[in-house]
């Protein structure tokens, strides 16, 4: 429960953060919950995807490992582009 809590709120400082003002951050956090919306639509139905496919023949083991540390790496890389600081005043 309390690692939820804190997910959801580094969650929503990194919305704010990546708002360019305080007057475009509700738009920037409908853009956010639209995106996580989509996401939370097709993820399940690819996962289970790619996992009837990991183990429909038992050499393809390694497809399930290979698309989550492309996630893994995906989100390490966009993390990278989070700004150090929230607005310059």
């Given at each position: 429960?309390?690692?939820?809590v804190i997910?959801?709120?580094?969650?929503?400082i990194y919305i704010a953060a990546s708002s360019?003002?305080?007057?475009?951050?509700?738009?920037t956090n409908g853009i956010a919950?639209?995106?996580?919306?989509i996401m939370r639509t097709f993820g399940p139905g690819f996962a289970a995807s790619v996992?009837?496919?990991?183990i429909e023949k038992p050499g393809n083991w390694w497809i399930v490992h290979f698309f989550l540390m492309t996630f893994v790496f995906t989100g390490i890389g966009a993390s990278l582009?989070?700004?150090?600081?929230?607005?310059?005043?």
């Open positions: 429960m309390t690692d939820t997910t959801i709120a580094c969650i929503f360019p003002n305080r007057g475009s951050l509700g738009a919950q639209m995106v996580v919306s996992f009837s496919i990991s582009f989070l700004p150090s600081k929230l607005w310059k005043n």
